[in-house]
């Protein structure tokens, strides 16, 4: 299973933008890059996902790098609501296996 | 509203009981997952279903038993076999197994402590 690497955790000040970063250099062709966060105490919930092309939402962006060896979550404007664990996961989109391997993520402080 | 619900939110047992937690989607999802997740640590899968009546052994799946005898209903079952149950649980679905963009929905978890 390809893995993925983040920083243990990060600081914003609230209003400001956020960019937490993944590396997954072993990244294969067919994996897609998914972003899920926890609050404390809760179940992840969907961020986003990409495959070769930046995406947005609603609620982030994702930065996929040209080698797709790594990403960055863009959280645009970063609120309180937004202090939680981020977890890059890469989902293997040729064997269509059901795997999803969480990592340790990044937990993400929001300073007011 | 749709969504899943575990229950209950905390449970204590004595060792060597075995204990059953809850899951329940009104999704209308095919896939359904548990995980654990440790202190600190990322989630680990147990056991997964991808249709009723069916269920595969996850990463850790020693000490856990499932059934899936309803499409919105996936129980999972912590025995006395496992030697460190004390753990959050966390149940999620989605809409199908396969599929590299499938979302997973989470339920709110189970806080399973052993005394």
């Known amino acids: 299973d390809a893995k993925t690497t983040q920083p243990n955790s990060m600081e914003s000040n609230e209003e400001e933008p956020v960019h937490l970063p993944c590396n997954h250099s072993?990244?294969?062709?067919?994996?897609?890059i998914h972003w899920y966060r926890q609050l404390p105490s809760q179940g992840p919930e969907y961020v986003i996902h990409?495959?070769?092309s930046n995406v947005n939402n609603r609620m982030a962006s994702l930065a996929i790098a040209e080698d797709r060896k790594s990403s960055t979550l863009i959280l645009h404007r970063a609120t309180l609501r937004d202090a939680a664990v981020y977890y890059c996961i890469l989902r293997d989109g040729g064997s269509g296996t059901y795997k999803y391997i969480f990592g340790t993520g990044t937990r993400l402080k929001v300073l007011a | 509203d749709g969504g899943i619900t575990q229950s209950p939110k905390y449970l204590f047992r004595k060792e060597g009981q075995n204990v059953t937690l809850s899951c329940e989607q009104n999704?209308?999802?095919?896939?359904m997952y548990w995980y654990r997740q440790d202190p600190g640590q990322g989630l680990r899968l147990i056991y997964y279903?991808?249709?009723?009546?069916?269920?595969q052994k996850g990463d850790i799946a020693e000490g856990y038993s499932v059934s899936r005898e309803k499409k919105e209903s996936f129980p999972l079952t912590v025995t006395s076999a496992q030697k460190n149950p004390t753990a959050f649980y966390l149940c999620?679905?989605?809409?199908?197994?396969?599929?590299?963009?499938?979302?997973?929905?989470f339920g709110p978890g189970t806080r399973l402590t052993v005394l």
């Open positions: 990409g495959l070769t």
């Open positions: 999704l209308n999802h095919d896939a």
């Open positions: 279903s991808q249709i009723v009546n069916d269920f």
């Open positions: 999620a679905s989605s809409a199908r197994l396969a599929g590299p963009y499938n979302e997973q929905f």
């Open positions: 072993t990244i294969s062709g067919t994996d897609y």
